[in-house]
């Protein structure tokens, strides 16, 4: 029989797994890398949850995470699902503000927190105190713990109660020792219906909600994807995307089913060294993570002698022609067959070395990713396949899968989900992944839904014949122009980023005449580009020099091509430093906050227009 809840899962496989190692990380003290064995991890997770047992949490009570990804996450979210509890995750880029809020809004009362830097940040935002939070227990060291000085919760009469991990985990261990079977009486008492996460949105138009997913969602949705893209228990992937967001978490989930291994990242600059050292079997990545090693390998080749380019290139173009007809199950003709040959030799092997030269498939999601940098992968022997979902629907509702890709396409709905298009063309999704609600949101959780019970996405899309789904654009971030023709930017933003030296793009046109763009730069593509001509100036100079502003405005021209008149961009401005979470211009997964960014660049967007003699025209 399946397991129907987390901790049926991990039971599972602890038994099953055992001496095996489940988990390699960094030991931050002799900088030699650690495998920890499944049984050795649950003796953590053991000693975590007897803890939280220990201290009066209840089933359906909400336990906080504010963490970078390690180990010590992983061991909390298991801890607190064993205890019957609800875990919930922040985003350590997270201001402590919006800290404060989820834990608020959420009533966390124990919060595990990395280091002395995020207790900080939440004792700065907060000074009186937190409301419901009793006990905070640390990952690293406790030397902020003098620093806490008389910081207290609200409705308790002592101070806040604060531990480092080990004495948490001793503490547990003991209290297991004098109540024996309170551990497995309460994680065999979970229900498939219990809510086991709460994960606050990104945010990008206002203050977060809470996704409640319960057991089912993720068992449910482990196991279909697991179908989908069948992993191993000789599978090695590296763990390096926010634990906080359901894209990583529920990876991790379908690794634990598989039994396969994870390597935590030191940090994600690293990332290109823990390739090559550890080989994965399997990647996971937002956009952005192969969009930089698609530069990177780009800009290798054009260090590379004239000739060593024009072989790339033939290679490239060798392997893109041969793939159509792989996807279209059409077989190679013999010339192309012995092209292809060649090329791989040649090219492609070397490519694959230099990310570790075992990879048997990348997976992205979280954001669309452009078919131009799918089209390369794939031709070097390296298949991307993209998927879709919300954090409602516990992540993907639909993939391409080995066998069944159509590039331009998020793939078909996983089996047992429901895809549909509404009139509006909105895409809705019913199946056991779609979420039981926002908390304490009533008014919300009703507005989601449908009558019918389809959960409405706010994405935008199409689905063909063969039940291939294709996002357009998402439904509040719709451009309006002053002709009351309807954008959306995004397909617009990924043809322009897809050029290798840009990174970001904000298309900019409501109830404007035309469309204008805020652009930045790839840093390292950037300097390629400055080393290659010879330029010496700063950032703030080098992206107005016109060899860079004529490059870019090459990228615009052919990106414009793919789109009517009224769909393209007609100026644009080049910033000198890229958007980030931490400038509350994008999403901790890295979306774009389109209000926030155009409120702070409000003038720099207004002299795109006042430059052509246009000015705003309302609606109204």
């Not at 909390?76 to 609800?86: E, K, P, T, Y």
């Not at 809004?105 to 900080?120: C, Y």
């Not at 043809?495 to 970001?504: D, R, T």
Request: aromatic share 8%; hydrophobic share 40%; charged share 25%.
């Amino acid at each position: 029989m399946r397991a129907t809840t987390l901790p049926g899962l991990y039971h599972e496989q602890v038994a099953r797994f055992g001496h095996r190692v489940s988990t390699y990380h960094l030991d931050g003290l002799t900088g030699r890398w650690l495998g920890t064995t499944w049984r050795d991890a649950h003796e953590q997770v053991y000693g975590l949850a007897n803890g939280l047992l220990s201290l009066g949490v209840a089933p359906g009570d909400r336990v906080g995470i504010i963490a970078d990804t390690r180990p010590e996450w992983c061991a909390a979210d298991l801890a607190i699902v064993c205890a019957g509890a609800i875990t919930v995750g922040i985003y350590p880029s997270s201001s402590g503000e919006q800290c404060r809020y989820i834990l608020d809004h959420a009533e966390v009362q124990v919060l595990f927190v990395e280091d002395a830097r995020q207790l900080e940040k939440l004792v700065a935002a907060v000074p009186d105190g937190l409301r419901h939070v009793r006990v905070i227990v640390t990952f690293d060291s406790l030397a902020v713990r003098p620093a806490l000085g008389e910081w207290r919760h609200e409705d308790a009469a002592a101070n806040l109660q604060c531990l480092d991990v080990a004495e948490f985990v001793a503490r547990g261990l003991a209290w297991a020792t004098a109540h024996p079977g309170a551990y497995d009486d309460r994680w065999r008492a979970i229900k498939a219906t219990d809510l086991a996460m709460l994960v606050y949105t990104s945010g990008t138009t206002g203050p977060p909600k809470g996704v409640m997913l319960t057991h089912r969602n993720l068992v449910w949705t482990v196991q279909a994807q697991n179908q989908v893209l069948p992993l191993r228990d000789d599978d090695l992937g590296i763990v390096y995307l926010p634990l906080t967001h359901v894209f990583q978490r529920v990876a991790n989930y379908g690794a634990m089913e598989a039994g396969a291994t994870g390597v935590f990242a030191e940090r994600l600059d690293k990332l290109g060294d823990h390739l090559r050292e550890f080989r994965p079997t399997v990647m996971l990545g937002v956009p952005r993570v192969y969009e930089k090693i698609h530069q990177k390998i780009l800009a290798r080749v054009a260090e590379a002698p004239p000739r060593r380019q024009k072989i790339f290139s033939w290679a490239v173009d060798v392997g893109k022609r041969a793939r159509v007809l792989e996807r279209e199950g059409r077989p190679l003709p013999l010339p192309l067959r012995a092209q292809l040959e060649v090329a791989e030799r040649v090219v492609f092997a070397r490519v694959r070395d230099g990310l570790g030269g075992r990879l048997r498939f990348l997976v992205s999601g979280a954001a669309p990713i452009a078919v131009e940098l799918l089209e390369f992968f794939h031709a070097v022997g390296l298949p991307v396949y993209e998927g879709w979902g919300l954090t409602e629907t516990t992540g993907p509702a639909t993939a391409n899968r080995p066998g069944a890709v159509r590039l331009g396409t998020v793939g078909r709905s996983l089996q047992g989900c429901e895809t549909r298009v509404a009139e509006d063309g909105e895409l809705l999704v019913r199946g056991e992944n779609v979420f039981a609600g926002y908390f304490r949101d009533e008014e919300a959780t009703r507005a989601a839904f449908t009558e019918d019970g389809f959960f409405r996405t706010g994405d935008l899309g199409a689905i063909d014949a063969e039940g291939y789904v294709r996002i357009t654009g998402r439904k509040k971030e719709l451009i309006i122009t002053a002709a009351g023709k309807n954008i959306a930017p995004n397909p617009i933003e990924e043809k322009v980023k897809a050029h290798s030296l840009i990174s970001q793009c904000v298309v900019h046109g409501d109830r404007r005449k035309y469309l204008v763009a805020l652009v930045t730069l790839d840093p390292d593509a950037l300097l390629a580009l400055a080393t290659r001509h010879g330029l010496s100036l700063p950032t703030s100079e080098l992206v107005k020099h016109p060899r860079v502003v004529g490059e870019v405005q090459l990228a615009i021209d052919v990106a414009n091509r793919e789109f009517s008149r009224v769909e393209t961009i007609k100026r644009f401005l080049v910033l000198d430093h890229e958007l980030t979470p931490e400038d509350d211009l994008l999403t901790p997964t890295m979306k774009l906050k389109r209000q926030n960014i155009e409120r702070r660049y409000a003038n720099e967007l207004e002299s795109l227009y006042e430059a052509a003699g246009e000015r705003r025209e309302s609606l109204w």
